[in-house]
């Protein structure tokens, strides 16, 4: 049910009366009514607390909140976007002339015990203390009391002060959104810097309050869904409103997912599961009455939330899990009428099949193809390729291939072992950075003159992306050498074109790059000096040496071993592998891993894609497809 100071407050934005034709959208908050709520707060202080509060109290805060909601009620007739015409420029400075006693009037409502209230409703002070966030974020956006909107907002997620009612809900839908605590915090976190001053003052147990909350609206709008589809009758939330609801609580949820802490907290409460779910239920008995605007929206804010740098993969795979491809289904039905429809599509299924070398990923993926039958239009021109992204998580199951998976290769360079599928694994890790391991001690000894002078910024770098979430998971790294082993050993004309002698190898490129970012993967060549002047560029400090060994190695061998660098992509962080790739004997040339170390690029960007770059396709009976990470790479044509 709707609050009392709600619905009057309805009822008096209603009545209203502007001249729209006059001032278009935008009509600002009257001087006189600031000023009036000004001078009221500034004149009666804040009752003390553990004081019980008397008659005389009550009547301050009943006029407080009747004065905040009368900016409120002006405020909504206000354009919020355009924040000159929202406060003028006088009650802008006489609102930062009594700034302390606003800001403590607002905690106060926010703080205050509702047993302490008596007969008056905690709720309408909530709706009052959130109106005036909200009004005073728009009209200082950029300026000094940021820091003090940022420690309100702290109050304002705190336990019992988000209120989570279909009524509250229907009045954000009545174009209040100003009174929910989501459009506020959006509207706050919007910039980096209030961000960064944000994350720094959030306790863990702040932290779990807010994915607490988050995950309660969430409930709230999946138990309104089953309903509403049947009955429109007043007190259900429109399905539309139930979108828009949503991709509110997930913009908040991208704002705080740039902290490793509360994307963590997010995960765990399932609240990317939950979100699609709730988009999909909306919009499966609705879509012909749901405008494409509402929808493509809806799918963006879902799939942006990928954008955040900690946990990716892991957010991915709770976006499928939760139905991203049903929601891509709905999408498509949009492609007559829109022509961004099937390149936007495209480029999520791209997306997807580009991380399908991520374990969670394909494993989601995996999961949800075996529970859904999920077909495309027959008549789309795109249907096959489509068909052919999502079944990339079929292909090198590691539940039926034993021999799937390469062995990591020992990280000495001096190691003379050579290691297949059947052979002994690295089994010893730096004990310090885990970069790197050994197949014996023998080889750990050799190779610290070299890792010396490297491991202490491994180190750090392992602690800076384990607290990020941008660590590189071990089972994902497995999934990367089988990769790596296969194109080896199944597109050696493609990667090497003219192998066919060790003569032919002096015309060719001396190092490889595979650029597993792009759907088709893209190689190219290089010589050495073009490679050690280029790679310098983001090869990190700290790993120069390894890599010169590396290079220094492959020119040593020029007839028996090839430099191979692989670009994989990692949400919006680039993997790189460099590998040592062994010629194996027989008719047709054929190589294997020999030796291989990684690391990671925070940024994917650092990294372009070479012009002269060539696409692999599979090659096949039917048409050619493009070649994905974690693709089937036998021949069959």
Request: aromatic share 8%.
């Amino acid at each position: 049910m709707t609050s009392p100071v709600c619905a009057r407050f309805q009822e008096s934005s209603q009545s209203l009366q502007v001249n729209r034709s006059e001032h278009g959208d935008s009509h600002p908050v009257p001087e006189a009514v600031i000023a009036r709520a000004i001078r009221f707060m500034t004149k009666n202080a804040v009752p003390r607390s553990g004081v019980s509060l008397g008659f005389f109290c009550l009547t301050n805060i009943r006029t407080v909140v009747q004065r905040l909601n009368s900016i409120a009620e002006h405020a909504s007739i206000s354009n919020p976007n355009i924040q000159a015409h929202f406060c003028s420029e006088a009650s802008a400075k006489h609102i930062l002339s009594a700034w302390r006693p606003l800001c403590s009037w607002i905690k106060f409502l926010l703080e205050v015990d509702p047993q302490e209230l008596h007969d008056f409703s905690k709720a309408d002070c909530l709706f009052a203390a959130t109106s005036s966030i909200n009004f005073l974020s728009v009209v200082f956006v950029d300026d000094q009391p940021r820091q003090a909107l940022i420690h309100l907002l702290g109050l304002l997620w705190k336990p019992g002060n988000v209120l989570h009612t279909v009524g509250h809900i229907n009045d954000v839908g009545f174009r209040q959104g100003f009174i929910c605590p989501f459009v506020t915090s959006v509207r706050i976190l919007r910039s980096a810097e209030a961000r960064d001053d944000f994350f720094r003052s959030t306790s863990s147990r702040m932290i779990e309050d807010i994915s607490r909350e988050v995950r309660s609206r969430l409930e709230l709008l999946e138990a309104s869904i089953f309903p509403l589809l049947h009955d429109h009758e007043a007190g259900q939330i429109h399905f539309k409103e139930v979108l828009r609801s949503l991709k509110t609580i997930i913009e908040l949820v991208n704002c705080l997912s740039h902290d490793a802490r509360h994307r963590s907290a997010m995960l765990e409460k399932n609240i990317f599961v939950i979100g699609v779910q709730i988009a999909v239920a909306a919009l499966e008995d609705n879509l012909s009455e749901t405008p494409f605007d509402l929808i493509h929206s809806t799918l963006r804010v879902l799939a942006d939330s990928t954008l955040p740098l900690p946990y990716q993969m892991e957010t991915l795979s709770q976006l499928i899990r939760g139905g991203l491809v049903h929601l891509l289904q709905f999408y498509l039905e949009y492609s007559d009428e829109e022509a961004t429809v099937l390149g936007y599509t495209e480029k999520i299924l791209t997306f997807i099949t580009a991380h399908t070398s991520n374990d969670s990923v394909s494993e989601a993926l995996h999961e949800f193809l075996d529970d859904n039958d999920v077909e495309f239009d027959s008549d789309l021109d795109y249907s096959v390729v489509f068909h052919w992204y999502l079944n990339q998580s079929y292909l090198a199951d590691e539940g039926k291939q034993a021999d799937t998976y390469l062995p990591p290769s020992c990280s000495s360079i001096q190691c003379s072992a050579h290691l297949t599928n059947a052979g002994s694994r690295a089994v010893i890790p730096c004990f310090s950075c885990k970069k790197v391991a050994y197949c014996s001690d023998v080889c750990a000894a050799e190779d610290w003159k070299l890792h010396e002078s490297e491991c202490e910024d491994s180190t750090a770098i392992t602690e800076t992306e384990m607290a990020g979430g941008r660590n590189l998971l071990p089972v994902s790294e497995e999934i990367f050498l089988w990769s790596i082993r296969n194109i080896a050993e199944n597109f050696t004309f493609e990667l090497f074109p003219g192998d066919t002698s060790p003569i032919s190898l002096t015309h060719n490129g001396e190092v490889t790059h595979c650029d597993m970012r792009c759907v088709p993967v893209l190689y190219d060549h290089s010589s050495f000096t073009s490679y050690v002047m280029n790679g310098a560029v983001y090869i990190p400090e700290h790993l120069r040496s390894r890599r010169s060994s590396y290079i220094l190695r492959a020119m040593q061998n020029r007839f028996h071993l090839r430099l191979v660098e692989f670009v994989f992509p990692y949400g919006t962080q680039v993997v790189i592998i460099i590998a040592l790739l062994s010629r194996r004997s027989g008719r047709l040339p054929r190589y294997s891993v020999l030796r291989s170390f990684t690391h990671i690029i925070p940024n994917s960007s650092a990294i372009a894609p070479s012009r002269s770059a060539k696409p692999i396709y599979l090659i096949s009976d039917g048409p050619l497809l493009p070649l994905a990470g974690r693709a089937s790479f036998v021949r069959t044509g």
